[in-house]
Structure formats: C-alpha cells, structure tokens
C-alpha cells in the first residue's frame, strides 16, 4: 500500500507516504502516541487515559494481529491508526493520530481513508466504528465530516465520556470518490 500524499502536504521537498507499519516502527509509533495524545489528556485533565499508558509490548501485540499504518515524512513517523475486524463484521479505527505540527492539514482525514480502505477488504465488513472523547471537537468535526454518525456513547475505564461514531462500510467507497 503506497498512499502518495503531496501537494500542500508535501514538508521540506518531501512528501507524506502512508504504509504498513513494520516492527521496527514501533516505538517512533508509541513516542508519537505519548505526544499526540497530551492535548487529549490536557483537555480531559486526565493522564492516564489509555494511549498515554500503553506499553510497547502491548503496541508490538497489536502490530501482529491489527492492521497498524504510518504515515511518514522521510524517516520520520509523523502520523499513525489501527484498525481490526471483529467477529461481526464490524470494522474498529483505533488511535488515529497526527504529530502536532503537521495537524490541521488533511493528514488525519488521509489515514482515516486509508484504514478504511485496508478493513474494507476483508469480506466480512459491514460498517466501521471509532470513539473520541466528547470534548474532542476537531475529533469529532474529522470523523462527521468523513461519513460516520453518532450511535452512543459510554464512559472509558479512565472516565473519560466517549462519543462512539460509525458509517456503513459501503459508504467508504463513495466518500473516497467524493473527498
């Protein structure tokens, strides 16, 4: 999977390039976590939520069974998701991320399409479904403006409000052709 990302994202003559994560990725993936994730835990004023507190065995686990993407900038990982199919043919888009001072460039909007596309080949998919936490207004904005509504909410065991969002996985293909 070569996602080409240019144009107005394009840093220093480089661009952007969304890929498989390989092993060796995994703790430039966790340190972009810890630092991506603290405008979310200054938000809540809570550091223990759970990308924040996550281990890199636990990283290396989800590397195996998950589909992990990065985007990098040269040798730099810079942005990063994961995703899983369950049982039920539900498609779940985990920790997306973007390093702080390439956001608000459509990168975010990138990686969602490209997980999206990753989950949508497995046969069994039906629809796909991610959480934020209910303050998380540019969260919230990405995620409506790529298709997904609002099913519920629950509260995560660090207490943070979750707002749980999803969209039919046969919508991914029409916004792909649309965005």
């Known amino acids: 999977m070569g996602y080409q990302v240019s144009g107005r994202h394009a840093h220093m003559g480089m661009s952007v390039t969304i890929s498989a994560a390989a092993a060796e990725d995994t703790e430039q993936i966790l340190k972009l976590q810890y630092l ?9 004023g809570n550091y223990r939520i759970q990308p ?47 390093h702080p001072r390439l956001q608000g460039h459509g990168l975010g909007a990138r990686l969602l399409r490209a997980v999206e596309e990753a989950l949508a080949g497995h046969a069994e ?11 998380s207004e540019s969260n919230l904005r990405l995620y409506r403006n790529a298709g997904y509504v609002q099913v519920g909410g629950r509260t995560a065991s660090d207490g943070v409000r979750l707002v749980i969002l999803e969209k039919e996985a ?3 293909a029409d916004f792909a052709v649309s965005a």
Do not use: M, P, W
Request: with cysteine.
């Open 125 to 135: 998919t039906t629809r796909f479904r991610l959480h934020t936490g209910h303050k």
């Open 170 to 172: 046969t919508d991914a």
């Open 36 to 44: 991506a994730f603290q405008r979310e835990a200054e938000l809540y």
């Open 52 to 98: 924040l507190t996550q281990t890199l065995d636990s990283l290396k686990a989800e590397l195996e069974s998950d589909t992990v993407l990065v985007a990098r900038l040269g040798d730099e990982v810079v942005g990063t998701v994961r995703g899983s199919v369950d049982e039920d043919g539900t498609g779940k888009i985990a920790k997306l991320c973007v």
